[in-house]
């Protein structure tokens, strides 16, 4: 008798997790999906723009009459819209671990632009002190 109960408790048991999911939402695909590549290079521009503006604020220079001109120019630049840039940023956030490695990509761009900014100014710097 013990058995039974044991093997009917078993077998509701199996049932009910092997049914149980988490009301996660499954991320809708864009219309316009860019590919990873294409999110890497949108999201460098942006934060480049971003930099571009921080500096003007910081500096006390009128960034304000620019900062939509400047982000319309870079989702030009890749033939999207905010919208569709909203959609992807929200779709590649479904996935913080894709996100994740998108963000990685985009410090190293960011980088490295850094370092060949610094080794043009330096070399500048030598041909102008000659």
Do not use: W
Request: net charge negative.
């Amino acid at each position: 008798m013990k058995n039974k109960h044991f093997l009917l408790l078993l077998f509701i048991s199996v049932i009910g997790f092997g049914c149980y999911h988490e009301n996660v939402s499954i991320p809708e695909v864009p219309e316009v999906l860019l590919s990873y590549d294409q999110m890497v290079a949108v999201m460098t521009d942006i934060h480049l723009t971003e930099g571009v503006l921080n500096y003007h604020r910081i500096n006390r220079m009128e960034y304000k009459d620019y900062k939509s001109a400047y982000y319309s120019k870079v989702l030009q630049q890749h033939g999207i819209n905010a919208v569709q840039l909203r959609e992807n940023i929200d779709y590649y956030n479904s996935t913080p671990k894709v996100m994740e490695d998108i963000y990685e990509e985009v410090l190293s761009n960011l980088v490295k632009i850094e370092t060949d900014l610094k080794i043009e100014q330096q070399q500048a710097d030598t041909t102008a002190g000659k």
